[in-house]
């Protein structure tokens, strides 16, 4: 199947300062990519979906502000958390879709810990 | 809106038994349905998927699940549970904007 690289892997960082994770397609071009939160012991939760050169659709109570998401080119995506508070520590996943357009293809996850 | 709901929080075999793991989806469309699993402290992988082809599909590690219409279900079997297979599993249903959105989850725990 097709790849999708997320780093960084595990982040640490202050509270009030803000982290940026990277997804990368690798080899296809990922016109539609999702951003996914996961709590402990819990499922992943949709956050937003961003589509190529436009900007990113949020669900429902997810403050756009503070979770800035970027989708540049057809290979990466990121998202930026600001303002970082120890209660966004959670495990962020992100997708792309493929062209085929029925399968979404799923980064490793990066484990934000906010101290 | 498309959504899936997982029956079972928590399923409890014996190595070597049967796996059986419910879903239950609703959606207004055709639906494409998956099953993923997660072990602790990894991403996911990808067990099975449908997608309006075979109603019985067949995945990776012995899985497969049947898509029933009439049911609305997708639930997901094995014939023998081995140890490794120990992990927490999601039944997904993508939609017409290809979003996916994931069930509460399923935790499968096999004992020796």
């Known amino acids: 199947g097709a790849v999708v690289s997320q780093h960084p892997s595990r982040v640490i960082c202050k509270s009030g300062t803000s982290v940026k994770i990277e997804c990368r397609s690798l080899?296809?071009?990922?016109?539609?990519m999702f951003w996914y939160r996961q709590f402990p012991k819990q499922s992943l939760m949709l956050m937003a979906t961003?589509?190529?050169?436009?900007?990113?659709?949020?669900e429902q109570g997810v403050e756009k502000d503070k979770f800035l998401i970027n989708h540049a080119s057809l290979t990466l995506s990121t998202l930026t958390v600001t303002s970082a508070h120890p209660e966004d520590s959670s495990f962020y996943i992100c997708?792309?879709?493929?062209?085929?357009?029925?399968?979404?293809?799923f980064g490793q996850g990066t484990r934000l810990t906010v101290v | 809106a498309q959504s899936v709901t997982q029956l079972d929080s928590h399923v409890s075999v014996s190595e070597g038994t049967p796996v059986l793991l419910r879903c239950n989806y609703s959606?207004?469309?055709?639906?494409?349905l998956f099953w993923y699993v997660q072990h602790p402290n990894k991403g996911l992988q990808l067990l099975l998927k449908?997608?309006?082809?075979?109603?019985l599909v067949k995945g990776i590690n012995g899985f497969e699940a049947e898509f029933k219409k009439s049911e609305t279900s997708f639930h997901l079997t094995k014939p023998s549970a081995h140890m490794s297979d120990a992990a927490e599993y999601f039944c997904?249903?993508?939609?017409?904007?290809?979003?996916?959105?994931f069930g509460a989850g399923t935790r499968l725990t096999v004992k020796p």
């Open positions: 997708s792309g879709l493929g062209g085929s357009g029925t399968e979404a293809f």
């Open positions: 080899d296809f071009q990922a016109t539609t």
């Open positions: 961003s589509n190529e050169g436009s900007k990113a659709t949020y």
């Open positions: 959606s207004s469309y055709s639906p494409s």
């Open positions: 449908y997608t309006s082809a075979a109603t």
């Open positions: 997904v249903v993508s939609g017409v904007g290809n979003d996916m959105r």
